[in-house]
């Protein structure tokens, strides 16, 4: 018995030992990585940076936001690390930390990396395997979607060959090389556990997730297809503890070098905007709009003057689709509004009422964070919804052009609205509704509401030929 059992696990040792050098995998038989990593390893680099002062001088990997930072354990472990195997200190006397990977994309000298890797950096480094270093300089950086790029003054330089994150289907073999609590080099392996992954602090990112050990040191590093072509950039872990708890997250190549090509081009990025704020549709809210199966975006609030309301959009339309692309989550919106051309017009399918309609829709450059939230709030603090319109106080250059002292200045007139079939134009001075007369925004937000419904008011506008009335017929509160 112990004979056969013998000679049993000789046959499988033999039959592993069997898979050959000359191929990443063979069918049937757990993959070999050896020859990837060897072909691949010199145009992986590990990036330091010396921090700006003020700055933060301990970096690693990006976690979910609400994650715990790194635990004191791995903490004093990086440090005793680092005091080992300290990478060489720069002229100016700063010591440079290791914060993570990169690689390269061009034999000129680009490379790519994560943007937190190189956030509040005063200078950069990176180290190749054969131990040569160069100082780099930031090309660009798009915090939106983790990535920067990097140019050192080099020639020939080995590169990587970029693949497909497109092709790329869920339970293939990926493997990661980056140096992971600083030491350099380290590869490791899994799957693709599924791919379109949003995650709270990146929607314009289809993040790829795997369960291949990422590790703080690992940011910016590439994660490999069986082939050796690049499919994703190594960008974040869920972890409690600030090491690899089985899931990681990686940026698609296809998303990645979009990006790294406008940075190289112009040292920004553009990315498409529509203006919505979208929900996922359960089975119970397919079911209550007539969808026979849950998929799309559900429109939860349109932000005044965006492309969306431009276009026709409304609370309640559900997307189903966008450029032609079928949306089955609600997630797999922002990324092909993201990288949809600014300044063209995208054709957005919308259930409404139970009927799909065909909207244009000219889609406009993303405004900033802060832009986008002062358009949500204080634009809609300026919104007249029963009217239609977003108003402004009177400013004086308005007052002297015009030759009055009171009124709300018209900002925009909403399409469909009751002050649009009014003929209310942009430039408008509202004087006057139904003879009570209007002196401020706070005035006119209390006077509508008080207004009856289904029938002609007047409503006195002063524009630059002079005053003009107008018929306002106002629905129902």
Request: aromatic residues 2%; proline residues 8%.
């Given at each position: 018995m112990y004979l056969r059992l013998f000679a049993t696990v000789l046959l499988c040792a033999v039959f592993v030992s069997g898979i050959g050098s000359t191929a990443y995998a063979l069918s049937g038989s757990l993959p070999s990585f050896t020859e990837l990593i060897e072909k691949n390893s010199p145009a992986v680099v590990n990036v330091s940076t010396v921090p700006r002062a003020g700055a933060s001088a301990l970096g690693g990997q990006s976690q979910v936001p609400g994650d715990e930072e790194l635990g004191d354990f791995l903490k004093k472990f990086l440090e005793r690390h680092r005091g080992e195997e300290a990478p060489p200190m720069p002229d100016d006397g700063e010591e440079a930390n290791s914060l993570g990977s990169g690689f390269v994309i061009s034999p000129d000298g680009y490379i790519l990396t994560n943007h937190h890797v190189v956030k509040n950096a005063s200078e950069i480094i990176v180290r190749f395997s054969n131990r040569q270093e160069y100082k780099a300089k930031l090309i660009g950086s798009d915090p939106r979607t983790d990535v920067a790029l990097l140019k050192i003054d080099a020639d020939n330089l080995p590169t990587l060959k970029l693949g497909s994150s497109e092709k790329l289907k869920v339970g293939e073999w990926v493997l990661a090389i980056g140096s992971p609590f600083g030491f350099e080099h380290s590869a490791t392996a899994g799957i693709v556990s599924a791919k379109g992954r949003a995650l709270p602090s990146e929607q314009y990112v289809p993040f790829i997730q795997t369960d291949v050990a990422i590790n703080p040191g690992n940011s910016g590093g590439p994660l490999f297809n069986l082939a050796g072509e690049v499919v994703g950039v190594n960008s974040q872990i869920y972890s409690r503890t600030g090491g690899f708890m089985g899931l990681s997250f990686a940026i698609p190549i296809d998303v990645a070098m979009d990006v790294a090509q406008q940075l190289k081009t112009t040292g920004k990025v553009s990315r498409g905007w529509l203006g919505v704020y979208i929900q996922e549709v359960t089975g119970d809210l397919a079911e209550s709009f007539g969808l026979d199966r849950p998929h799309g975006a559900l429109v939860a609030q349109v932000i005044a003057d965006s492309p969306a309301e431009k276009g026709g959009i409304q609370v309640g339309d559900v997307i189903l689709s966008f450029d032609g692309h079928s949306i089955s989550h609600s997630s797999d919106l922002p990324p092909m509004?993201?990288?949809?051309?600014?300044?063209?017009?995208?054709?957005?399918?919308?259930?409404?009422?139970?009927?799909?309609?065909?909207?244009?829709?000219?889609?406009?450059?993303?405004?900033?964070?802060?832009?986008?939230?002062?358009?949500?709030?204080?634009?809609?603090?300026k919104r007249v919804a029963r009217l239609g319109v977003i108003v402004a106080p009177l400013s004086k250059e308005v007052s002297e052009a015009l030759n009055i002292s009171t009124g709300v200045l018209v900002?925009?007139?909403?399409?469909?609205?009751?002050?649009?079939?009014?003929?209310?134009?942009?430039?408008?001075?509202?004087?006057?509704?139904?003879?009570?007369?209007?002196?401020?925004?706070?005035?006119?937000?209390?006077?509508?509401?008080?207004?009856?419904?289904?029938?002609?008011?007047?409503?006195?506008?002063?524009?630059?030929?002079?005053?003009?009335?107008?018929?306002?017929?106002?629905?129902?509160?």
């Open positions: 509004v993201g990288r949809f051309r600014v300044g063209a017009e995208a054709e957005v399918v919308i259930l409404r009422a139970g009927k799909e309609l065909r909207q244009k829709i000219m889609i406009e450059p993303l405004p900033g964070d802060e832009q986008v939230e002062a358009r949500r709030r204080g634009v809609d603090e900002e925009k007139v909403l399409r469909g609205g009751a002050a649009a079939d009014a003929d209310v134009r942009a430039g408008d001075v509202i004087i006057s509704i139904n003879n009570r007369k209007v002196d401020g925004v706070k005035a006119l937000h209390d006077l509508v509401p008080q207004l009856p419904a289904g029938r002609s008011l007047p409503l006195l506008v002063q524009r630059p030929g002079g005053p003009v009335f107008l018929p306002l017929k106002l629905p129902a509160k």
